[in-house]
């Protein structure tokens, strides 16, 4: 996986160590230069510190790498506000992938028609975007709001009722050097790992 950020920490005017992030994002970033700060103050050695921040590759469902096959790296994020959305995605617009192929699943469509024009805003900031269907949860769609709604709205947008169908479409668009990474905090990461099995299959 590609290198999320680098920088080196300094103390007066004397470099005490080069750290490298695992984890893409400017907030992450400002994270490990407080965990380095701290772990520096308790007396732990950079050389230390350097390993462990390099080593952590971040919690679960938050830009977590599954995979990459054949130069595709597959990623899953629990990003489902258009805030988390644009975090996210703006981070792995930077990390100079070829293409960001991005998979959203909208929860609930409460919120999708609360935040409707702010998810259009933000759903374009990928190369690609696909969605599913709204993941009502407990809801039921009073509100008439569909996933083809927000489409309309969004250039070069795709949407597909099927993990199956959407894995296969992120195949067929997705080349050596892109990342396809699935969004949402409903079980649109199950998506993610029919695209990592298809891509082992074509092995």
Not at 86 to 101: D, H, P, Q, R, S
Request: hydrophobic share 40%; charged share 25%.
């Amino acid at each position: 996986t590609k290198s999320a950020g680098e920088y080196d920490l300094v103390h007066g005017n004397e470099v005490v160590c080069h750290i490298e992030v695992s984890v893409p994002g400017v907030h992450n970033i400002s994270n490990s230069l407080a965990a380095a700060t701290v772990a520096l103050e308790n007396g732990i050695s950079p050389e230390d510190v350097v390993k462990y921040i390099k080593n952590f590759h971040g919690a679960g469902r938050r830009f977590e790498v599954l995979g990459e096959v054949d130069g595709i790296t597959v990623a899953d994020d629990y990003a489902h506000h258009p805030k988390e959305l644009e975090v996210t995605l703006n981070a792995a617009m930077k990390m100079g992938y070829n293409k960001v192929i991005a998979i959203f699943q909208p929860f609930t469509y409460s919120r999708t028609v609360m935040l409707f024009d702010d998810f259009v805003k933000v759903l374009q900031i990928p190369d690609r975007i696909i969605l599913s269907e709204i993941m009502g949860s407990r809801e039921k769609n009073t509100y008439n709001i569909y996933s083809k709604d927000l489409c309309e709205k969004i250039p070069d947008c795709e949407w597909y009722e099927k993990f199956e169908d959407i894995a296969n479409r992120a195949i067929k668009i997705a080349e050596k050097g892109d990342l396809i990474i699935t969004l949402g905090c409903g079980d649109i990461y199950k998506a993610a790992k029919i695209i990592i099995e298809k891509l082992k299959g074509k092995e």
